[in-house]
């Protein structure tokens, strides 16, 4: 890029950048600072800062935020995106426009009433964004949108915009059914009981449960007899499952609001958000996988979920502190299942999937393997517990594990599944909670046949599958209890390309 050697950026974030600054480093330093001032409030004996520690670290903190947005600069040059940035050290990058794959927004609230955008750029490589800008006001959004894109493709200036056909589109009935299906209520419940017992809000001890004993509440339940009180027991149980849901159906709505998936130009486009509004470019050429996630709920609901992965998304969120690219890349949260098919077919337009799979079971013994640890690990963690309350019970709780083991493998094994076609291979696990994976031949990065001892001696062996999206969380596909010959076989067809018939 020898031309853009002199090139000097110009343009400026927008004038109000400084405030989001602040408030990301003050979201990311709140239990810190909030420990500093606990401390010095109870200390009676404070530090060298005394009381003004708190206030000196968010006024430093601010004066920064106000020099990035002074010295920030951003341009278009003949040949890329310039950006450069830094306080003392700078550093100034150059991204060809050929290379820039997505330019996506996220706007929260305040993004929203203020009018500007959190800006990400994303290049082939994948991963974490090539830049992040924060913030513009939506008119340089989309002249970067412009100026990037006629750049990169100049015979297409002249083409009027593609149309948006709407794949899918959920209205609040389904996300209803999206909030009472995931229960993300709970988490949101565990981190406050969590929060508020850090506090010493819920501080379980003896002297508690002597107050809780004793206190007129006590001694009234207690008079009403038994059965009364394993009614009211019911009651309030019942009470908090409904409450959790009505939590998680209320979450659902804020995050996924007027979720809407589009199909542009060959690709997918991705916006949802009541408060946080985030708008995204699934390039099909990025897609690695697709994943179909079907639960008990779901099933009762007759619904699905669907998300992907993107091509370097196993890199990202490390080491960033930008926790919006650890979020599942959804094709849909929730759908009908039977349009499923559809929609993976966008998502994979390279893939013939009308045709039903061969599917191919597991090994002969992997039953009996499944059943035998199942039973293992139940006998492990019941056993003592069971000896310590129950003594002679323990027998009884130990036997009824066998039946359960059994039936836990008979179902998993019934309900796996894999299956090598021309164009992609296919596995498909579990019984309680059910996932689908698709991964087209093409999109293999690397195979490893794994092989325990005790592998070995049932003539087993397991396969992972890994692609260029696959992470910790996804971890590609495991393919476990093959025979070692059959594990031999899909991976030396999977070497082949997605043109060769297996």
Same mark, same amino acid.
């Given at each position: ?7 000097q950026?110009?343009? =400026?974030?927008?004038? #109000?950048?400084?405030?989001f ?31 003004w ?5 968010? $006024?430093?903190?601010?004066?920064r935020?106000?020099?990035?947005? #002074?010295?920030?600069r ?8 310039v ?5 003392i ?31 990400r750029v994303?290049?082939?490589?994948g991963?974490?964004?090539e ?5 513009l006001d939506l ?8 100026r ?10 002249? *083409? ?29 419940v ?5 929060? #508020? ?5 819920? *501080? ?5 449960f002597?107050?809780? +004993?004793h206190?007129?509440?006590?001694a009234? #339940?207690?008079a009403?007899?038994?059965?009364m ?7 309030? %149980?019942l ?8 939590l998680s159906?209320i ?24 408060f946080?509004?985030?708008? +995204?470019?699934?390039r099909t ?6 994943h ?9 609901f007759? =619904? ?16 960033s ?12 949260? *929730?759908c ?8 993976i077919? $966008? ?14 079971p597991?090994?002969?013994g992997?039953?009996?393997?499944i059943?035998?640890?199942a ?16 003594h ?8 009824g ?5 059994w039936?836990?493998?008979h179902?998993?094994v ?9 164009d ?6 579990g019984w309680?909670? &059910? ?20 592998? &070995?001696?049932?003539?087993?062996a397991s %396969?992972?599958?890994?692609t ?10 495991r ?6 010959? *059959?594990a031999? &076989? ?11 018939? $297996?």
């Amino acid at each position: 890029m020898a031309s853009d050697g002199n090139f000097q950026p110009t343009l =400026r974030l927008h004038s #109000l950048s400084w405030v989001f600054g602040l408030s990301n480093a003050i979201k990311q330093m709140v239990l810190p600072l909030i420990a500093l001032l606990f401390f010095n409030v109870r200390d009676d004996t404070p530090g060298p800062f005394g009381p003004w520690i708190v206030p000196a670290i968010v $006024a430093f903190v601010a004066i920064r935020a106000v020099w990035v947005q #002074l010295t920030f600069r951003y341009g278009f040059s003949p040949t890329g995106l310039v950006v450069r940035e830094g306080m003392i050290f700078l550093n100034t990058r150059y991204i060809e426009y050929a290379r820039i794959e997505n330019i996506d927004t996220e706007r929260r609230l305040l993004h929203r009433l203020l009018g500007v955008a959190e800006v990400r750029v994303q290049t082939s490589t994948g991963g974490k964004p090539e830049a992040l800008i924060s913030v513009l006001d939506l008119a340089a959004v989309q002249d970067m949108r412009d100026r990037v894109f006629s750049e990169a493709r100049p015979a297409e200036q002249t *083409v009027a915009a593609p149309a948006e056909d709407t794949l899918l589109h959920l209205g609040i009935g389904e996300l209803v059914r999206h909030g009472l299906i995931d229960n993300r209520g709970m988490i949101l419940v565990a981190a406050a009981f969590g929060v #508020l017992h850090e506090a010493g809000v819920f *501080v379980i001890n003896e002297e508690l449960f002597d107050r809780v +004993l004793h206190s007129p509440s006590a001694a009234g #339940l207690a008079a009403l007899g038994l059965v009364m009180q394993i009614g009211l027991g019911i009651l309030t %149980i019942l009470g908090a499952i409904v409450a959790v849901r009505i939590l998680s159906v209320i979450l659902a709505i804020v995050t996924f609001y007027d979720f809407r998936l589009t199909h542009v130009a060959g690709d997918l486009r991705v916006r949802y958000g009541l408060f946080t509004r985030v708008a +995204l470019t699934l390039r099909t050429r990025r897609i690695q996988a697709v994943h179909q996630n079907e639960s008990l709920l779901h099933r009762w609901f007759k =619904r699905v979920s669907l998300n992907v992965d993107l091509a370097g998304d196993s890199g990202v969120g490390e080491g960033s502190g930008d926790s919006s690219r650890n979020k599942t890349r959804w094709l849909a949260p *929730v759908c009908p299942a039977d349009a499923a098919p559809e929609l993976i077919a $966008a998502a994979l337009p390279m893939l013939d999937l009308s045709a039903e799979p061969n599917w191919q079971p597991l090994a002969p013994g992997a039953r009996g393997r499944i059943f035998r640890k199942a039973l293992l690990w139940s006998v492990l963690i019941l056993t003592a517990p069971a000896i310590w309350y129950l003594h002679a019970g323990a027998i009884v709780i130990v036997l009824g594990c066998i039946p359960l083991a059994w039936m836990h493998a008979h179902l998993y094994v019934k309900n796996t599944r894999w299956a090598l076609a021309r164009d992609a291979v296919l596995f498909r696990c579990g019984w309680l909670n &059910r996932r689908l994976s698709i991964v087209p031949r093409n999109r293999v990065q690397t195979l490893s046949i794994e092989a325990t001892p005790f592998d &070995r001696r049932s003539r087993m062996a397991s %396969i992972y599958v890994d692609t260029a999206g696959a992470s910790a969380m996804t971890a590609g596909i495991r393919i476990r209890y093959l025979g070692a010959d *059959v594990a031999q &076989r899909l991976a030396a067809a999977l070497y082949r390309t997605a043109g060769v018939t $297996a």
